[in-house]
């Protein structure tokens, strides 16, 4: 069982930028690919960035690569999302994720049903 916390939302001005965390319980943290997604206001919950078990693989969705960094500090049991260059289209409410992946696919770090434990979301608000 883990489970996530995440904070660190809030309201920013276009082209500013925000540090999500995603506390995660449990000694297994390590063992679990995590992944942060998003859902805006009558849109599906998209992916936004995975992050390997010991960091050696990122991905990102192409709507945010270039913007965002997804970390993890596995002492901390936590994982990080720094976003960047924020725009009015990356207000939503923002998840973090954990899934026991053996090793680490694009396609499948992107599926939200990979996942088996999510947070309960915290909100990102970017005003023009």
């Known amino acids: 069982q883990v489970q996530l916390v995440e904070s660190g939302g809030g309201l920013v001005q276009a082209g500013g930028s925000l540090r999500l965390s995603c506390a995660a319980s449990?000694?297994?943290?390590?063992?679990?690919?995590m992944g942060w997604f998003r859902q805006a206001p009558g849109k599906e919950r998209e992916f936004v960035a995975g992050?390997?078990?010991?960091?050696?693989?990122?991905y990102y969705a192409d709507s945010v690569k270039g913007r965002a960094t997804i970390s993890r500090d596995n002492a901390k049991n936590t994982v990080f999302l720094q976003m960047n260059s924020l725009q009015p289209e990356d207000t939503a409410v923002y998840y973090c994720?954990?899934?026991?992946?053996?090793?680490?696919?694009?396609?499948?770090?992107?599926?939200?049903?990979?996942?088996?434990?999510w947070g309960q979301g915290t909100q990102v608000t970017v005003s023009s």
């Open positions: 992050i390997s078990r010991s960091s050696e693989n990122t």
């Open positions: 449990g000694r297994t943290f390590s063992s679990y690919t």
């Open positions: 994720a954990a899934a026991p992946l053996g090793r680490f696919s694009t396609v499948v770090v992107a599926t939200k049903r990979a996942y088996d434990y």
